[in-house]
């Protein structure tokens, strides 16, 4: 009903930059939240920064400073700006997204994952 598909996950050398993309296809009347998670091997997932369809943004202590989300409401696409990267910010970046579909009455909130996009970060 709705999917999200992520893009510019790779391998960088420490300092460097990506960018992550997140675009939402699929039938909904609108997101509300939208956001990144990761998670690196053996470990839990963990979230990394947030906006909301108001432009208010979370980040973790881990990323902030670093890192910078934004958004296009025109087309349902969020990024993640990563800079100054390092190698324990290796790890799948999970795409998240808040989306408010219609239901048989009213309207339904639902929770999507992406696929997760790999970014390796070496020293």
């Known amino acids: 009903q709705v999917q999200l598909v992520e893009s510019g996950g790779g391998l960088v050398q420490a300092g460097g930059s990506l960018r992550l993309s997140c675009a939402a296809s699929?039938?909904?009347?609108?997101?509300?939240?939208m956001g990144w998670y990761r998670q690196a091997p053996g470990k839990q997932r963990e979230s990394v920064a947030s906006?909301?369809?108001?432009?208010?943004?979370n980040y973790s202590e881990s990323v902030k400073g670093r890192f910078t989300i934004s958004r296009d409401n025109a087309k349902n696409t969020v990024f993640l700006q990563m800079n100054d990267l390092k190698p324990e910010d290796t790890a799948v970046y999970y795409c998240h997204a808040d989306p408010v579909v219609r239901g048989f009455v009213g309207f339904r909130y639902l929770e999507v994952w992406g696929q997760g996009t790999l970014v390796t970060v070496f020293s």
């Open positions: 699929g039938s909904f009347v609108s997101i509300n939240a």
């Open positions: 906006i909301t369809s108001g432009v208010k943004t």
